[in-house]
Structure formats: C-alpha cells, structure tokens
C-alpha cells in the first residue's frame, strides 16, 4: 500500500511541476500568438509569385500597407552601420526564380535582449509586426515595428 502511494505522489509530484515550470503558455508565446491572429497581409499563405509580388507593392506603394500586421518569411540579412552602431535587420525575399529579391527591414520587440544570438546571417526567420515609416536624415524608410519573431 505504500508503494502505491509513494508512486502516486511521485506521479503527482511530475505533473505539478510541469504545470509550474512552463510546460504551458507562457505570457510571451500568448502575446506571439495573438499579434499573429491580427495579420492584415500574411505572405507566408502565398505563392512564391505573389509574395514577391506583394512585397514589391509594398516597397513601391508603401503608404497602402502603413499600420498594417505583416507577416513574412524569408532569408534573414544583418547589416550593421559602423558611424551609429546600430543593426539593421531585413526579410529577404526572392522571386519564383530566385533571380530578384526584395527585402523589408524588422524592428524586433523588445522581449528580445540579445537578436544575433537566435539568428545569423542566411537563416529561414518568418516575423510579424506592424508596417510603418521612420526617417533618419532626409530620408523615409519603412520597417516592420515591434516585430516577433515565430
């Protein structure tokens, strides 16, 4: 009878702590989940012509997609300006013969601390986040802001 009831408690004890430690939803995945569920253009449902298609409106026709959700998948390019130190992040995408590309920059949440640890320079990345303008100096540029990565 007690060994029944040692392995019970043990039992017990393993599903408690996984309801504890995380093995559901976290706050962040929640957050993720629901940014993902407001997508006002999802490139990751279309084909490789009219994804490439759509991204060159959007670089052509951008005020159409400004405050919009986007969500992409492409290649992930890095481009770091040595005068500001800052990084630059982008979605890559080709066309159907992979001849042209089109990129759109990402502006990463910050629920991120350290972005060059989870990607490098090539990896497959799909992001959400909202479409919108910034300058710096003359020049207007547009990125997806507060992006997520998925």
Not at 20 to 38: H, I
Not at 64 to 93: Q, R, S
Not at 130 to 150: H, I, K, P, S
Request: aromatic residues 10%; charged residues 25%; proline residues 1%.
């Amino acid at each position: 009878m007690k060994k029944k009831y040692l392995a019970w408690m043990a039992i017990v004890m393993i599903a408690l702590t996984g309801i504890f430690t995380g093995c559901g939803s976290s706050a962040d995945e929640a957050a993720k989940e629901e940014k993902a569920s407001q997508v006002d253009v999802d490139l990751t449902q279309m084909s490789s012509t009219m994804v490439y298609s759509e991204v060159f409106n959007m670089v052509n026709e951008p005020d159409d997609y400004l405050g919009k959700m986007i969500k992409m998948e492409g290649t992930f390019a890095l481009y770091h300006d040595e005068n500001t130190g800052k990084d630059y992040y982008a979605c890559i995408i080709q066309d159907a013969t992979a001849c042209c590309s089109q990129g759109i920059e990402f502006e990463l949440s910050e629920d991120y601390k350290n972005p060059g640890s989870l990607m490098t320079e090539g990896d497959t990345v799909t992001v959400v986040g909202e479409f919108d303008q910034y300058t710096e100096g003359d020049l207007v540029y547009y990125t997806l802001r507060d992006a997520d990565l998925l």
